[in-house]
């Protein structure tokens, strides 16, 4: 961060070295906030009266000082929240060499940052956040500067601050040497990309960065970049990630199997592809080698033990999701034994996976849904028949996951001295504590951060769902019972259910044993209320389950 960005200033103005308009130079070094596209942009004629910095300092010419005019300006300045330092007076003729003067310098700080310097950057900051573990880089550029956050265990936070010329050209670094560049929205100015090994910007550990740009409205462009690290030796324990002990066991089920349809859903960064990476690599393991994966992805996220990669290349004229079934297609005709798709992201697509279920193949991919049914609800939702559906030997694995932050054993608060603060009130404290019928002190909340960890956070577990339908599941679904199906899944074994457990149980399993925080379940999964009133049986064997986990 350059001192342009601060609010510091130097008040004493007596040994300042005055600038060619006669004004401190630490004033006019400033960012100009009200030139052209900046946040309080003034009109041709104003400029030539007044011109205000980011940092508080203001130039007016004393005839219009006390003008309407001006009164405005300052007035929408303290709406934008910009705090006025100082106003200072100077003729008109300063004021707008202050303006020329600033059009020169974006102008020079565009071409100063050229190609190779560029890239430069663009790579430093990758290696920052890597090291950083971060699982994707956020650019937003603004009409008066840009800002680069990393997200760190879940959580957004600011890497650095740079001139929105530098921000624009950091970008178009980035897709300078992006390959599988598309929009595909159809509009260019939504773009996609992934920067490989091959464009040099990637540092040891780092296998791809997936682009995606948007052109945003608010004058604010923005540029997300996924991070893919490289599939680390031994990775393959469920267990590792989060899932608990039956959730691995249902999974171990499901990877057996050689033919149905296994549905992975989650928000975006829910850990979706890391799982189903160790699911298959486990698979592949298991089966001694002696399966055929085809993986069909565009771009490449997975990375699996002997894998072949099929390759999705949309001719002219022709959509995504047409490219996608001729690799599915392509595919067919080498007799694949386990097919993995990237995403069912339309009907045509979704119709092709059930017929590979239905042809005796294993396919393996994921879909945007709510929660494990849920996931019922989105195959309907994309066009397959409840025939298809309720037919056992096809949809045969359900998986929803989340991730929440692992609290830091650190500096991790207990709930008495987290309600003293504050950052917890009386009555969750009072609901969580009765729940798990445990002491309020052996359940924690985040810190404020100490040496070993980050905000409080030293990583992320997996929480889940997963369901093996079977028939009566599925024939309540097709009969559009949702209430006894939901019902049955959750019914425990022993009187004739399923045995399911919520995300939201298997949640406050992590807060009975002090690794997840309960102020982030209930914002990223449910309230405790509902819990008590939606899951009265698994409320009541909670403070039982989390101590035998
Ligand atoms: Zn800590």
Known sequence: MTDDFSN???????????????????????????????????????????????????????????????????????????AIHEIMEADSKSILAIYERNSRNNNETASKLSGIERQRELRRIIADAARMNASDIHFYVFPSFSEIKVRIHGRLRRLSIHSTEEGKAIINAAFAVATDQGSETGSTSFLKGALTRVSGLLPPGVDLVRLQYSPTT?????????????????????????????????????????????????????????????????????????????????????????????????????????????????TLRSDPNVVVLGELRDRELAGYAIELALTGHALWTTVHA????????????????????????????????????????????????????????????????????SHPGKIFIRGSGCGSCLHGLIG??????????????????????????????????????????PILHNALIKVGKGICDINEVEEEIDLIQSYKSEYPYHASILAREWRNH
């Not at 960012?31 to 052209?36: F, H, Y």
């Not at 929803?400 to 500096?411: A, D, E, I, M, S």
Request: net charge positive.
């Open 8 to 82: 510091k200033a130097n008040t004493g103005s007596k040994q300042s070295i005055l600038s060619s308009e006669g004004l401190p130079s630490e004033i006019t070094s400033g960012i100009l906030i009200s030139g052209n596209g900046g946040r309080l942009e003034v009109s041709k004629r104003e400029r030539s009266r007044i011109a205000v910095f980011q940092n508080g300092y203001v130039v007016v010419t004393p005839e219009s000082r006390w003008s309407s005019e001006v009164k405005a300006i300052l007035d929408r300045a303290g709406r934008a929240e910009i």
């Open 218 to 330: 608010g004058h604010c462009a923005s540029l997300v970049m996924r991070i893919k690290y490289s599939n680390s030796k031994g990775e393959h324990d469920l267990k590792e990630l989060g899932f608990l002990a039956k959730q691995v066991s249902d999974i171990g089920l499901m990877r057996k199997r050689t033919s149905g349809l296994y549905l992975l859903a989650g928000k975006v960064s829910s850990g979706k592809t890391t799982t189903l990476q160790r699911i298959l690599n486990t698979m592949v393991r298991e089966k001694n080698h002696e399966i055929s994966i085809y993986s069909i992805e565009e771009p490449v996220e997975l990375d699996i033990n002997g894998a072949i990669h099929v390759g999705v290349y949309p001719k002219p004229h022709q959509t995504r999701s047409e490219a996608f079934i001729e690799a599915i297609k392509a």
């Open 370 to 437: 709510g929660s494990a049914l849920g996931i019922l609800d989105r195959l309907s939702d994309l066009g397959i028949e409840h025939w298809k559906l309720t037919e056992p030997s096809v949809v045969r694995g359900l998986i929803f996951q989340r991730l929440l932050g692992v609290l830091c054993p650190n500096c991790k608060i207990g709930l008495p001295q987290g309600c003293d603060e504050g950052r917890i009130t009386d009555f969750l404290l009072k609901e969580i504590t009765d729940l798990l019928d």
């Open 460 to 501: 992320r577990t997996v929480v889940a769902e997963t369901i093996l339908p079977d028939l009566n599941l599925l024939q309540h679904y097709a009969s559009n019972n949702r209430v006894q199906m939901r019902e049955y899944w959750l019914s425990p074994v022993e009187k004739g259910g399923c045995g399911g457990k």
